[in-house]
């Protein structure tokens, strides 16, 4: 049974930095899209970065391309989500995702079958 784990959640002021990471464990991520979602106060689930198996295909939601970055290694079983120039609209809780399905698919049409059980992002002065 495949396990998420997300850190790096944190308080940052905008315009800051902040990198999440997922860790899988129980089982090897190297078949999976991973994806990044994101839930802010009162709003609808949102999927924010999607990356293929082998990394060759991402997704990024409108509301943060240009600023977000998602990569992966499949030796460490892991991926990030890296998160320049944040706004206070990215205020939300992430989550970590995983399914056998396309990145359109996951993040598009939220089709996931693992979630981590998500680190909280602030983005206040």
């Known amino acids: 049974q495949l396990q998420l784990v997300e850190s790096g959640g944190d308080l940052v002021q905008p315009g800051g930095s902040l990198r999440l990471s997922c860790a899988a464990s129980?089982?090897?991520?190297?078949?999976?899209?991973v994806g990044w979602f994101r839930r802010a106060p009162g709003k609808e689930r949102e999927g924010v970065a999607c990356?293929?198996?082998?990394?060759?295909?991402?997704y990024f939601a409108d509301s943060v391309k240009g600023r977000f970055t998602i990569s992966r290694d499949n030796a460490k079983n892991m991926v990030w989500l890296q998160m320049n120039n944040l706004k206070p609209e990215d205020t939300a809780i992430y989550y970590c995702?995983?399914?056998?399905?396309?990145?359109?698919?996951?993040?598009?049409?939220?089709?996931?079958?693992?979630w981590g059980q998500g680190t909280w992002v602030t983005v206040s002065s």
């Open positions: 995702a995983a399914a056998y399905t396309t990145v359109q698919a996951m993040c598009r049409f939220s089709e996931t079958d693992y």
């Open positions: 129980g089982a090897t991520l190297d078949y999976y899209v």
């Open positions: 990356i293929s198996d082998s990394g060759g295909r991402t």
